[in-house]
C-alpha cells in the first residue's frame, strides 16, 4: 500500500465525444483512490461538456471548468491552477491510461525518493485497437537516473517530450518563483517537459506500458497547419538554445535530435495543401539544413528514407502518390 496523497490529474477537453467517457473511465477505474480530475472544457461545441458533467454527477472527485476557447496550452494552465494533489498528471482527452499507473508511480516514487516518473506508452488506432508499442524508455538507462542521462537519451529520440509520459511533483512545477508554466503555441511539450526535468534532482523509470495514446487523424498534432509549422520551428529552436545553455555537455549530440525533427517539419511543409509563400520559403531552408545535418546514421529506418528522399527531391512528389492511392482506396470502400 502507498500513503494515501493526493493526486490531480488534470484533462483539457475539446470536441472529443467520442472518446471521453473511455478517458475518464480509466481514472475512475485507477487501483489509487487518493484522486482529483480537472476538467478543463475549453469551449466544446459539441457533447463533451456534457458527458464531463455527468461524470461530474456520478463522481466527487470530478471537477469539472467550462471556459472559452483558447487552446491546449490555456486549458492546461488553468487546470493545474485549480489543482491541489501533491502529484500532477496530464492526461489527454482521447487517450486512456491503464489501472495500476497511479499506485505504482507514486510507490517507486517515494521508494527511489524522486520527483519525476517516466513511463513507456502504446500506440493505439483511432478505434483504440494496439498498433504497437514506443521504444522501451529503459533500454538504455537505469531505474533511477538523472536529468543528464534522461536529456541525453532525448537528444537521441530514444525518449519523447510528451507531458503525459510524466507523474510529477507538484512542488517541481510550482516552487516559489519557479512556475512552468505551458507556452501558448502547439508542441508545448518540447519546450515545457526539458525545463520541467531541468529541475527533478532524478526520476523514476519504469519498463512497464501505463499509457495509451491513440492516433487520430484529425488531431491537432495529425494536422498541418500554417501555426503548427511556425510552432514546431519555434519549439526546435528553443530547446536547441535550452541545451546549450544549460547542458552544454550534450551539445555534441544536438544535431542529432535536430535532424529528425527537422525532417518530421519538411514533412508539416510539404502536406499543406496551399503553399503560402512563407511556408515554401521555409521548407527550402529546413531542406538546407538537413542536407548539412550529417548525422544520418543515428536515424531510425523510416527516417533514413525521408532524408535521402528529401536530399534527391523526391520527397513531393512520392507523397502526392502516396496520397492520391490513399484516397483512391478510401473512395472506393
Known amino acids: 500500500m502507498v500513503d494515501k496523497t493526493l493526486v490531480s490529474v488534470i484533462v483539457p477537453v475539446y470536441n472529443v465525444e467520442n472518446y471521453l467517457s473511455k478517458s475518464f473511465n480509466s481514472i475512475v477505474n485507477q487501483t489509487y483512490k487518493d484522486i482529483e480530475i480537472i476538467v478543463v472544457n475549453d469551449g466544446s461545441t459539441d457533447s463533451s461538456g456534457k458527458i464531463a458533467d455527468s461524470y461530474a454527477e456520478k463522481f466527487s472527485n470530478f471537477k469539472v471548468y467550462h471556459t472559452e476557447n483558447r487552446g491546449l496550452s490555456e486549458a492546461r494552465n488553468y487546470g493545474l491552477e485549480k489543482s491541489k494533489g501533491e502529484y500532477i498528471f496530464f492526461l489527454d482527452p482521447d487517450d486512456w491510461i491503464e489501472k495500476e499507473l497511479f499506485e505504482v508511480a507514486i510507490t517507486k516514487m517515494n521508494q527511489d525518493e524522486t520527483n519525476i516518473f517516466l513511463m513507456n506508452f502504446n500506440f493505439v488506432n483511432d478505434e483504440g485497437k494496439y498498433i504497437s508499442k514506443n521504444r522501451n524508455v529503459r533500454a538504455n538507462i537505469s531505474a533511477v537516473c538523472s536529468t543528464e542521462i534522461v536529456m541525453k537519451e532525448i537528444l537521441f529520440n530514444h525518449i519523447q517530450c510528451f507531458v503525459w509520459q510524466f507523474v510529477c511533483k507538484r512542488n517541481l512545477l510550482m516552487n516559489g518563483d519557479i512556475r512552468h508554466n505551458f507556452e501558448n503555441i502547439m508542441y508545448e511539450d518540447v519546450i515545457w517537459t526539458p525545463r520541467t526535468l531541468q529541475f527533478a534532482k ?99 529506418v523510416t527516417d533514413k528514407v525521408k532524408y535521402l528522399l528529401i536530399i534527391s527531391r523526391l520527397f513531393v512528389p512520392i507523397t502526392k502518390i502516396v496520397r492520391k492511392i490513399k484516397n483512391f482506396k478510401l473512395k472506393g470502400q
Open 202 to 300: 532524478s526520476i523514476s523509470v519504469s519498463e512497464k506500458y501505463f499509457y495509451n495514446y491513440r492516433q487520430r487523424k484529425h488531431s491537432i498534432v495529425h494536422v498541418s497547419t500554417i501555426k503548427g509549422i511556425e510552432d514546431r520551428k519555434f519549439g526546435i529552436d528553443n530547446f536547441s538554445d535550452f541545451i546549450k545553455k544549460y547542458y552544454p555537455k550534450l551539445e555534441k549530440y544536438l544535431g542529432i535530435w535536430r535532424l529528425a525533427a527537422l525532417i518530421h517539419l519538411y514533412a508539416m511543409c510539404t502536406s499543406i495543401k496551399n503553399h503560402h509563400n512563407e511556408v515554401e520559403q521555409l521548407q527550402q531552408n529546413v531542406r538546407k539544413q538537413i542536407q548539412l545535418n550529417k548525422n544520418v546514421s543515428s536515424l531510425k
